[in-house]
C-alpha cells in the first residue's frame, strides 16, 4: 500500500478528500502529515504505485496553478 507524505499538513485534508472521491480509492490517514493509500482492482504493486504517483501528482499540480507551494513523497 503505497504512503503519502505531504511537507504541508494542514492541506491533509484536502488531499484526503480528493483522493477519496475517485470510487476506487480507499485512503485513510496514518499521521498527521501520512496517508495510506490503496487503488481497487487488479493492481500490482507497481501499478498501484504508477496510478497512485499519477493521481497525487495531478493534485499537486492544481494546487500549484492556485499559488500553493507543497512537496508531496510517495513512498
Do not use: C, F, K
Not at 504541508?8 to 477519496?20: D, F, G, I, N, Q
Not at 485512503?27 to 502529515?33: E, R
Not at 498501484?48 to 499540480?61: D, I
Request: proline share 4%; glycine share 4%.
Amino acid at each position: 500500500m503505497p504512503t503519502i507524505r505531504i511537507d504541508t499538513p494542514e492541506l491533509l485534508t484536502a488531499l484526503l478528500e480528493s483522493l477519496r472521491s475517485q470510487p476506487d480509492v480507499v485512503a485513510q490517514v496514518a499521521g498527521n502529515d501520512t496517508i495510506l493509500v490503496s487503488i481497487l482492482g487488479s493492481y500490482d504493486t507497481a501499478h498501484m504505485r504508477m496510478a497512485t504517483y499519477l493521481r497525487v501528482r495531478a493534485w499537486e499540480t492544481a494546487m500549484r496553478s492556485q499559488g500553493i507551494e507543497l512537496h508531496v513523497d510517495i513512498v
